[in-house]
């Protein structure tokens, strides 16, 4: 080594990480002339988490042989301490009812306190649901509905949670931050405003579904419809900076999401010689609407996101313009933007054509019927303006959305969602007396991911990464139909064919996925008992064997919309031995 370490450090850690919890239950059951169910449950819960952190360290010691600090000459930098506390409590009950198990009736509450608030601290949150077995009337049994129908049963409830995650422990006591030594002091400063004045955040749900069971349930069904609306969203809100602070913690906007939600169940074959194929599905669907936002002054009270063209020049010559992304009223969560590549030039012909003069102020780009004309923005001729590039053959024809021959940040456009419409799954089971086979898949439709790690190697960012096999099929001479725009270094700094966020790269990502697969034995009774062993079983397991999608990346799986390059699920098989005595 080019030096020899004689520092000599010792490091001292101290972590205490508490967590107490109380409950107690009360339960009462009664039957009352032989037709009314009752099931009172009343509780109490108190939940107390503590967390403690210490380190130190010194230096110089004059051996290796003392590991503690106290053989440490000097302090190698200042100790340090982290505590944080939260504390709950809860009073929570349930009353069930029925009546000749035909009538269902329930009610739920909980009320619950939290240290990370202070002027509203205790929230009630009640539910109430209905349900009527319909099959265990009278008038249906003596229906012939009931040899084909053998389970129906309406339902419907609407219940009440909070949700105060988003607060920090010690949000509403102030939040310091500490100065470098001034003067050989310390000093503190106040780091965000206090809002005592924090509310739970509520979700407020109504369901209504139908339980269906055909065949003697060989068929059944699960369907649900809900609607949540979600108000007192936690929300940080930026603020003005001559106040001296970033943003402060509220209670603002209305959230609704509404869905449908299926389960399938079936036995399409169960033979006397005991072959069986049992089957599932399920699947959900979720819309999400933004109801409220805080007043400010963009239109739908729009946050956050980016102003873009809504339609064609007018006659005055003036854009008309919408806001995307972000958060509006009205709108939905996780749209994804960029710039809508149409086609990749083929040619000069080409170029001519569709951008002869066209000006590309993203990336100082100017078409070749401008070559010879003064730039406005440099007072020299377009080939000789300093920084300014021509467009060329294998470079992006991009959709002018306000056509006026200017490609600029209003010619952005929704390109995707990063959630998800539809998810679910399936599974499948044939069994044939000791042997089994047993298949699980799931999947999700309607997401979109930008295939970072593919932008990146085709356009070179960074030049020590890796090509991948698509640069291949990018723009050339001898390949003028590519998709893909010219393979240049850094595109960054060149054209932003692939930088400005080609919609190209945004991809969907629809799946399915086998998730496992197992194929199993049941050794024989005489075998197992010849062994004293109560059952054995062999098997063997695979699991997440592949993908079903059109998505070119590591994994499909929703995220936050970009794939910066991700580990997929490992392939794994596993040969298992199941022996119970």
């Not at 059951?29 to 380190?55: I, S």
């Not at 923005?377 to 053959?393: C, D, F, H």
Request: a positive charge; one cysteine or more; aromatic letters at 14%.
């Amino acid at each position: 080594p080019n030096k020899i370490n004689t520092t000599r450090r010792s490091y001292g850690y101290l972590m205490k990480d508490t967590q107490t919890q109380l409950n107690a239950f009360l339960n009462y059951r009664n039957t009352f002339a032989d037709k009314h169910n009752v099931d009172l449950m009343f509780g109490g819960e108190y939940y107390d988490y503590n967390y403690y952190k210490l380190w130190a360290s010194t230096k110089n010691s004059p051996t290796d042989d003392i590991p503690t600090l106290n053989a440490g000459a000097d302090k190698d930098d200042n100790p340090g301490s982290y505590k944080s506390r939260n504390r709950i409590e809860s009073l929570f009950g349930r009353f069930n009812y029925d009546y000749m198990q035909k009538y269902l009736l329930s009610f739920t509450f909980r009320y619950d306190g939290n240290s990370k608030l202070k002027d509203n601290r205790w929230g009630f949150f009640p539910g109430v649901s209905l349900g009527w077995n319909m099959m265990e009337e009278d008038f249906w049994k003596a229906s012939k509905l009931s040899k084909v129908i053998s389970n129906i049963k309406p339902r419907i409830s609407y219940g009440s949670n909070g949700n105060v995650s988003g607060i920090g422990d010690f949000y509403i006591y102030g939040v310091y931050d500490q100065l470098t030594n001034y003067n050989g002091n310390t000093a503190f400063y106040d780091r965000s405003l206090v809002n005592t004045a924090l509310k739970w955040e509520q979700s407020h749900t109504f369901e209504a579904g139908l339980d269906l069971g055909f065949f003697k349930n060989r068929l059944s069904f699960i369907l649900d419809y809900y609607v949540r609306n979600t108000s007192n969203l936690l929300q940080s809100v930026n603020l003005p900076s001559y106040l001296g602070f970033k943003s402060i913690q509220t209670n603002l906007g209305k959230l609704r999401n509404q869905g449908f939600e299926m389960e399938v169940r079936a036995t399409p074959v169960h033979l006397r010689n005991g072959f069986r194929w049992d089957l599932s599905f399920n699947l959900s669907t979720v819309k999400n609407t933004i109801i409220k936002l805080p007043k400010s002054d963009r239109p739908f009270n729009q946050l956050n996101g980016v102003e873009v063209a809504a339609g064609p020049v007018d006659a005055n010559g003036k854009t008309p313009t919408k806001w995307i992304g972000g958060y509006r009223e009205g709108g939905k969560l996780g749209d994804l933007y960029g710039y809508q590549q149409d086609h990749i030039f083929r040619d000069w012909d080409d170029i001519r054509q569709h951008a002869n003069k066209r000006i590309d102020n993203v990336a100082k780009l100017y078409g070749p019927g401008l070559a010879d004309e003064v730039n406005p923005q440099t007072g020299v001729l377009y080939k000789n303006s300093a920084g300014w590039k021509a467009i060329e053959p294998g470079d992006v024809c991009w959709e002018d959305i306000n056509g006026d021959g200017i490609i600029n940040t209003l010619d952005r456009k929704v390109v995707g969602n990063l959630r998800p419409t539809v998810t679910g799954g399936w599974s499948t089971t044939l069994s044939y007396k000791n042997l089994s086979l047993y298949a699980r898949f799931d999947y999700a439709l309607g997401h979109t991911i930008y295939n970072d790690l593919k932008a990146r190697s085709m356009g070179q960012f960074q030049g020590q990464f890796n090509l991948i096999d698509k640069v291949k099929d990018m723009w050339s001479e001898d390949n003028p139909n590519s998709k893909y725009p010219v393979f240049t270094y850094a595109d960054q700094l060149n054209k932003h064919n692939i930088w400005r966020g080609n919609s190209i790269f945004y991809e969907k990502a629809d799946y399915m996925a086998l998730r496992e697969i197992t194929l199993s034995y049941n050794l024989p009774k005489q075998w197992t008992k010849a062994l004293q062993m109560s059952n054995a079983s062999v098997y063997l397991t695979g699991q997440n064997l592949f993908y079903i999608t059109g998505y070119d990346g590591a994994s499909p799986e929703p995220s936050d919309g970009f794939d910066y390059g991700r580990y997929p699920s490992p392939r794994t098989l596993i040969f298992g031995l199941n022996i119970t005595f």
